[in-house]
């Protein structure tokens, strides 16, 4: 068996540095919370997938919704911090 290989070129050339920079591994961490209690609410949600919603399971993915938007007021007040006079 032949195998393929590509004979000429990238159209795009690679970067020589494709690990992420600092800003962006910041910015990463910073969304983190976000995406943690978006996953929370995503797994209660397909739980719910194969079978009817228990009282339980209304409690468990409000209280991931709940999460979910306090993640993402915190980020949004961290990206847009208060000034010290307003405080």
Do not use: Q, W, Y
């Amino acid at each position: 068996m032949k195998s393929i290989v590509a004979r000429h070129t990238g159209v795009t050339p690679l970067p020589a540095d494709l690990e992420p920079t600092d800003a962006e591994l910041n910015e990463i961490e910073a969304e983190m919370p976000v995406v943690l209690a978006e996953v929370e609410l995503l797994d209660a949600l397909i739980v719910l997938l194969d079978r009817p919603a228990s009282e339980f399971d209304g409690r468990r993915i409000r209280r991931a919704h709940r999460r979910v938007l306090v993640a993402r007021r915190d980020a949004a007040n961290k990206s847009c911090p208060v000034p010290p006079a307003v405080a």
